[in-house]
């Protein structure tokens, strides 16, 4: 039987931190760079907290690199106009969620890319904007086979192919 331990990571990299503040210069929110070695799947769930609805979120991607010192980055997903993160309906609100969901051969593995973190923005910000930040990496690879046993009433039974 797996351990839930061997099948998911999870990280909280921020948790109602102020992207914005007072600084009218507004500002980023990022987390360490995480491995994807070993993981098939990652679901990177972010809410906004206490938000000034005069602001917007203005950038929310997914960043790739090469190794956890950030070398060679570049962007796995988008914010643009149309793009993965549409910044013309951006996020404006308490409350507010964007969830990534990518999986290990999203990354330019063909150029050794194997990290990768989430980065918001908040631009021209005219007060507190918190957010707030998960990260579960799953299914984590080369794993023995589950083994089967025998059914007790009560107990939970896992079932596997063959």
Not at 147 to 158: D, E, R
């Amino acid at each position: 039987m797996k351990r839930l331990s061997e099948e998911l990571n999870i990280t909280m990299p921020f948790t109602e931190t102020d992207i914005g503040g007072t600084d009218s210069a507004g500002g980023v929110a990022t987390a360490q760079w995480l491995s994807m070695v070993g993981y098939d799947r990652a679901l990177v769930f972010v809410e906004l907290g206490t938000w000034n609805a005069a602001d917007d979120l203005d950038e929310a991607k997914l960043q790739q690199a090469q190794d956890s010192a950030g070398t060679g980055v570049k962007d796995l997903t988008t914010s643009a106009s149309g793009g993965d993160y549409d910044e013309d309906a951006p996020l404006d609100a308490d409350g507010n969620r964007v969830i990534f969901d990518i999986r290990a051969e999203d990354l330019d593995a063909a150029n050794n890319f194997t990290h990768f973190r989430p980065l918001f923005t908040e631009n021209d910000n005219t007060d507190v904007d918190n957010i707030s930040c998960v990260i579960i990496r799953a299914t984590a690879r080369h794993q023995k086979e589950q083994l089967t046993g025998a059914a007790v009433a009560g107990a939970l039974v896992y079932v596997t192919k063959g």
